[in-house]
Structures are given as structure tokens and as C-alpha cells.
């Protein structure tokens, strides 16, 4: 037995600034309410009814309450002509630049923060590469620009850039059709060889050369492609035919790619090994095996000559004939690290008009003459002989040689 029963009803909003306000008293039959009546900024809206009935036997009334939201639905588009992954065609290993524009296509409501997933897909629907960006808030009609890296390392031939928009659907949108894009990506696996460089001490001896007895050696892995070698078993060294690793000669160390990087400015760089070494008088053997990322193999064979004596193989004066200063640029062997030298120039009556001290590394060398004499006199034109000798401290030997250049101003 029911006297009186019905709906009651009221409608709040809630701003673009957050503020919750009051909007109607919606009675029964008269449920309709328009944005444009005196609230044009409303953003989200609130219904609460209130179904009642009174029974006539007593005063309380039996309620039901009910409350339902209304959200307007927000519209982003992924920009398709702003889509570009460079380059598209690529060795597996380079990184690959994607750019793309979000814009808030709604008119009247700005967009929430939204997740933006980019990613790289190989043709059967694996994720290579992927990272999560946030679409910060867009009032209505702005734009937003991303740029994002993606390694292709694990990417496979046919692959393709991704670009989803609220992948979850975390927000309420009017349409979702435009809210992923897709470029294809070309990756193609390198079949170049890796190259190998030697040096001892700071000697580059790929092609060999003349080292000191006892020199710490590094053997570096360059590779075009920027896959990395991690794995020590992919540069193998042999020095008199003993196999170089770690508990077999001093101060070893392997550097995989990341540790190169860290060290080093080159950044074709894969991996370095580094060691000292006892060499044997004469000719030594250093053999080198080494494979990049992908498996392309590499060799390289040089020979270390040690010598306990001091040879100076060349001396070139450059410029000569010169108008003010020459290099006397000298090609060294020796068993020394570091050699102390003099330079002395003559006049042609065979006079000490300047001795340079200098201290020469093996190998290639140089020391420098301003062309003046020993108090910074200006010397006449003509031609003056000079004589270049290098000491060898564990012989107590003195090795020479003479030459003459020529002042022309």
C-alpha cells in the first residue's frame, strides 16, 4: 500500500577549473538540461536520483538511490602525415629517430595526460624495441611533438614502427581508429667484416714495427655495425703462439662495447683487449682472430721486433730549404720507451750555433728548431749541418747520424 511515491533528481557539474556546482532540481517529467543554460564551461556532469515511496501506514518513506556520471568523450588523433621513422632502411643494431604529432581534435574540452606506446614489431607480432611516453594535457585543438629512439638489436628483417595511443584504453574516447599508426621498417644484417688495430705502448704496430721489450699491448675491434661483443671469445689473441687471456699474462683486461664507449672517443669501437707482454729478442708474432655481433670474421698478423740496440733509420728535416722553422721528424728502433737526444746545429766553419735536448719515443719521433741561434739571434742564409744522437741507457751505447739543411729567406 503505497500513498505517495516518485523520482526525485538533481544535476551537478563539475568545471574546467575542478569546482563542483549546483546545476538543476530536475522533477519528474522535466529531465532535460542543455550546456548552454548558464553553464557553458562545464566539463563532466552528475545525475543523482533519488526513487521513493511512502507507505501509508507509516511516515518513513523507502528510498532508493541511484547515480550515474556523464564524462564527455575526448578525441586525440595521431597526426598521420607526421609520422616518420629515419631512417627506414637500416643495418640491425643502428637506432632508428621516430617523430610524430598528437593533437586534441576535440573543440571544447581539454585532453587528459594519455599514454603514447611506440614500438617496433617484427612480422610476427613480436615487440623489439618499445618505450611508453605521456601525452600531457592538451586543451582543445593543441598539438604535441615526440621524438623517440628505438634500437633495432633485436629486430628482424620485415619489421615495422608502431605508434599506439592509449593502448589500454584508459580514457574515453569518441572514435579509437586513429589512435595507432604503422611505418615499415627495413633491417638488413651486416656482412661487413670487423677491422683490427694493434698498438704497443701508443704505437700503432698493425703493420708491425720495432717495440720495447716488455709493452703493454691493446688490440682494438672496430665494427660498422653498432651491435655489440660482449663476448670475450670474439677477439682472440695469440702472441709466440700462446693464447692471451686472463691468469696468463699481466694486467689483462677485456673491454666489451660498453666499456669502450666509457673510455674511448671512437665509436666504431666494439671491444679491446689489453695485456703486457714479454717479448723475445728479434722478431715476436702477434695473431689476431676476431668475429663482430653478427658472426663476420676478421684476422690480423703483424710482427714485433725488439732490438737491444739504438738504430736511427731516418732523419728528415721538413721543411728544407726553410724560411724560419723546421721539424726534424726521425724514425726510431730501440729497446727504450723514452731515449734522451740532442740535436746540434753548425755553421759551414763547423761552430755550435744551437744544441736542442730532446726525449724520443720509439718509433716516429720529432724535435722541433725555430731556426735562430742559441741567444734567439736570426742566422744568415746558407746551409748548416746538424747531427742527431740518441742514447741507450741499458747498453750505455750513443747512436748517430748527420745531415745539413739550408736557411733560404
Not at 143 to 148: D, L, P, Q
Not at 159 to 181: E, K
Not at 227 to 235: A, E, H, M, S
Not at 281 to 293: F, H, K, P, Y
Request: aromatic fraction near 6%.
Amino acid at each position: 500500500d503505497q500513498a505517495d511515491s516518485g523520482v526525485r533528481a538533481t544535476l551537478v557539474g563539475r568545471d574546467r577549473n575542478g569546482a563542483t556546482l549546483f546545476l538543476a532540481d530536475l522533477q519528474e517529467g522535466e529531465k532535460t538540461w542543455s550546456p548552454e543554460d548558464g553553464a557553458p564551461n562545464i566539463v563532466e556532469i552528475q545525475v543523482n536520483w533519488s526513487l521513493y515511496a511512502m507507505g501509508s501506514d507509516t511516515t518513513s518513506s523507502i528510498v532508493r538511490g541511484v547515480s550515474a556520471s556523464f564524462v564527455p568523450a575526448h578525441e586525440l588523433v595521431i597526426e598521420p602525415d607526421q609520422v616518420t621513422a629515419l631512417p627506414d632502411d637500416l643495418l640491425r643494431g643502428d637506432t632508428t629517430l621516430v617523430t610524430l604529432t598528437v593533437k586534441n581534435a576535440n573543440p571544447r574540452d581539454a585532453s587528459p595526460v594519455t599514454p603514447l606506446v611506440v614500438s617496433i614489431v617484427d612480422s610476427n607480432g613480436t615487440v623489439a624495441a618499445q618505450k611508453t611516453v605521456d601525452v600531457p594535457k592538451l586543451v582543445d585543438s593543441e598539438y604535441s611533438e615526440f621524438t623517440v629512439k628505438l634500437p633495432t638489436n633485436a629486430a628482424t628483417a620485415s619489421s615495422a614502427v608502431v605508434v599506439a595511443l592509449d593502448p589500454q584504453r584508459s580514457i574515453s574516447q569518441f572514435y579509437t581508429f586513429n589512435d595507432v599508426r604503422i611505418r615499415p621498417l627495413t633491417i638488413r644484417e651486416d656482412a661487413t667484416p670487423p677491422a683490427i688495430t694493434a698498438y704497443a705502448e701508443d704505437q700503432n704496430v698493425t703493420a708491425g714495427g720495432y717495440v720495447v721489450r716488455e709493452p703493454m699491448i691493446t688490440v682494438f675491434l672496430h665494427d660498422n655495425s653498432k651491435l655489440p661483443v660482449n663476448d670475450p671469445t670474439r677477439l682472440v689473441v695469440f702472441v709466440n703462439g700462446q693464447r692471451i687471456r686472463d691468469g696468463v699474462v699481466d694486467e689483462f683486461e677485456f673491454l666489451p662495447t660498453d666499456s669502450c664507449r666509457a673510455r674511448y672517443a671512437d665509436t666504431t669501437l666494439r671491444a679491446a683487449m689489453i695485456f703486457r707482454y714479454p717479448l723475445d729478442e728479434g722478431q715476436n708474432n702477434l695473431i689476431v682472430r676476431a668475429t663482430d655481433a653478427t658472426g663476420n670474421p676478421a684476422e690480423l698478423e703483424s710482427e714485433l721486433w725488439v732490438t737491444n740496440t739504438t738504430e736511427i733509420t731516418a732523419v728528415v728535416p721538413s721543411p728544407n730549404p726553410t724560411s724560419s722553422s723546421t721539424t726534424f721528424r726521425i724514425s726510431l728502433k730501440t729497446s727504450e720507451p723514452v731515449s734522451p737526444a740532442t740535436v746540434a746545429i753548425y755553421d759551414v766553419e763547423g761552430r755550435t750555433i744551437r744544441r736542442l735536448a730532446a726525449e724520443l719515443q720509439l718509433g716516429q719521433a720529432t724535435v722541433f728548431w725555430d731556426g735562430r741561434g742559441e741567444t734567439g739571434e736570426s742566422l744568415p742564409n746558407g746551409i748548416y749541418a746538424y747531427r742527431l744522437e740518441v742514447e741507450n741507457l741499458t747498453s750505455s751505447s750513443v747512436a748517430g747520424t748527420s745531415g745539413t739543411l739550408m736557411i733560404l729567406r
